[in-house]
């Protein structure tokens, strides 16, 4: 891995396990600052939208600072909110330092992904958002479940002083891994958010929206399914999910090589393939050992999907990647608060958790259908493109100067 994007890669291992390494520590939390599991709870769900509203914003504040001046200032903010995580004496202070730290996290990685892109030969671009993303999915397989131990061993606020060393450590990296001058565009506010008159942005940011959601709708429950659906023990599900995050990061390197191929029918393929897991989960939940099988494959396929719609989102913004790239971020953040409530209502009308994967399901066949339509929209202006060209050159010579025929032999 280049050193560029294994910085990258540090600071998104640090930014992934903060951010889901709460959900294992809720109840000592709660415990230790007197509020309820639900009131705990909430810190999940702010630092989301912290991310769905905040990116944006931050992605402005820094559209003009050197690429590498404005990671390192997103880092510096990632380590100031650990801090305050760690030094919070009551829930407010806690949940207003989640909420801090959550602003640096759509940017980072919105402006990371352009960084990293711009790193490599244009075959290889969705390989080096990959490699920036596989610190996200070791956050899932090493993170959270070892900030978890430190956290119930030596207590929550241990685990934010763990966090905080990880962002020192890459803040250092970034120093001096990131090349002085990194080739950027001078934003214009205006061109920036025009991005958004874009269809096909907007397409690329809907479909990432309910990818996330079709993932979080039955992940968010999937303890109760393991324990209750399918028998497993607490222990053992904590070995389901190191297996689920194996899976994704797999998935996180072969989606990157796979859209640097072909992007839109990589995409496309995995979407297909992510109704079709879900559907075969619906029915393997039941038995432990299909079920784990079916398991990986499906964190394979909801982690390959990112890398190809992170690219995509570059490439069809490309006058202004970097808000773009972040608003994508935002979305995914807003599926996954989408899906956890999407989830959480159907089990509240009295669905069943073995009927969840097909809520998700619904979610994926609709991310497929507007990857499909995104896929004909370009087609069709290809087409239109190969049929303007002879036009275009067949008027020319009519066109040219009477002088430049004459010169012609």
């Known amino acids: 891995?280049?050193?560029?994007?294994?910085?990258?890669?540090?600071?998104?291992?640090?930014?992934?396990?903060?951010?889901?390494?709460?959900?294992?520590?809720?109840?000592?939390?709660?415990?230790?600052?007197?509020?309820?599991?639900?009131?705990?709870?909430?810190?999940?769900?702010?630092?989301?939208?912290?991310v769905t509203i905040g990116a944006p914003i931050v992605?402005?504040?820094?559209?003009?600072?050197?690429?590498?001046?404005?990671?390192?200032?997103?880092?510096?903010?990632?380590?100031?909110?650990?801090?305050?995580?760690a030094l919070a004496p009551d829930y407010s202070v806690l949940m207003a330092a989640r909420i801090v730290?959550?602003?640096?996290?759509g940017a980072f990685f919105g402006i990371g992904s352009v960084v990293a892109a711009g790193l490599v030969a244009p075959n290889r671009r969705a390989q080096a958002i990959a490699l920036m993303f596989t610190g996200l999915t070791l956050a899932n397989v090493l993170g959270v479940p070892f900030g978890t131990a430190l956290g119930q061993a030596l207590g929550w606020r241990a685990t934010f002083w763990?966090?905080?060393?990880?962002?020192?450590?890459?803040?250092?990296?970034l120093a001096l891994c990131l090349p002085?001058?990194?080739?950027?565009?001078?934003?214009?506010?205006?061109?920036?958010?025009?991005?958004l008159k874009n269809p096909q942005v907007l397409l690329?940011?809907?479909?990432?929206?309910?990818?996330?959601?079709?993932?979080?709708?039955?992940f968010t429950y999937i303890t109760p399914i393991l324990e209750d659906v399918t028998g497993f023990s607490p222990h053992a599900v904590t070995f389901v999910l190191l297996l689920f995050g194996l899976?994704?990061?797999?998935?996180?390197?072969?989606?990157?090589?796979?859209?640097d191929w072909r992007l839109l029918p990589s995409l496309l393929a995995f979407l297909l393939a992510i109704v079709l897991i879900l559907a075969v989960f619906a029915s393997t939940m039941h038995r432990p050992v299909p079920a784990m099988v079916t398991i990986f494959v499906w964190g394979i396929l909801a982690f390959a999907i990112v890398p190809p719609l992170q690219m995509l989102i570059v490439d069809r913004a490309s006058?202004?990647?970097?808000?773009?790239?972040?608003?994508?971020?935002?979305?995914?953040?807003?599926?996954?608060?989408?899906?956890?409530?999407?989830?959480?209502?159907?089990?509240?009308?009295?669905?069943?958790?073995?009927?969840?994967?097909?809520?998700?399901?619904?979610?994926?066949?609709?991310?497929?259908?507007l990857t499909a339509g995104s896929l004909s929209l370009e087609r069709r202006a290809q087409r239109n493109m190969s049929l303007a060209a002879p036009g275009q050159c067949s008027q020319a010579p009519a066109s040219a100067p009477s002088s430049t025929l004459r010169s012609q032999p």
């Open 162 to 173: 763990a966090v905080t060393g990880i962002g020192v450590l890459a803040a250092l990296a």
């Open 180 to 195: 002085a001058r990194i080739e950027m565009k001078e934003a214009s506010l205006m061109r920036e958010f025009s991005v």
């Open 1 to 50: 891995m280049p050193l560029p994007l294994l910085a990258l890669a540090i600071a998104a291992f640090g930014i992934g396990t903060t951010e889901f390494v709460i959900m294992g520590l809720l109840p000592d939390v709660a415990r230790d600052l007197a509020v309820s599991i639900p009131a705990a709870g909430m810190l999940v769900s702010a630092y989301a939208l912290g």
């Open 319 to 369: 006058h202004a990647p970097n808000l773009a790239s972040t608003l994508n971020q935002g979305a995914f953040n807003l599926g996954n608060a989408t899906g956890a409530w999407l989830g959480g209502m159907a089990i509240g009308t009295g669905v069943p958790l073995t009927s969840l994967p097909w809520v998700s399901g619904l979610a994926a066949l609709g991310a497929l259908a």
């Open 204 to 218: 690329v940011l809907a479909i990432s929206v309910l990818a996330s959601a079709s993932l979080f709708a039955t």
């Open 247 to 259: 899976g994704l990061t797999v998935g996180s390197t072969l989606g990157g090589k796979l859209a």
């Open 101 to 105: 730290t959550a602003f640096c996290h």
């Open 59 to 85: 992605a402005i504040a820094v559209a003009n600072l050197p690429r590498k001046k404005a990671l390192m200032s997103l880092i510096g903010v990632f380590i100031v909110g650990n801090l305050l995580c």
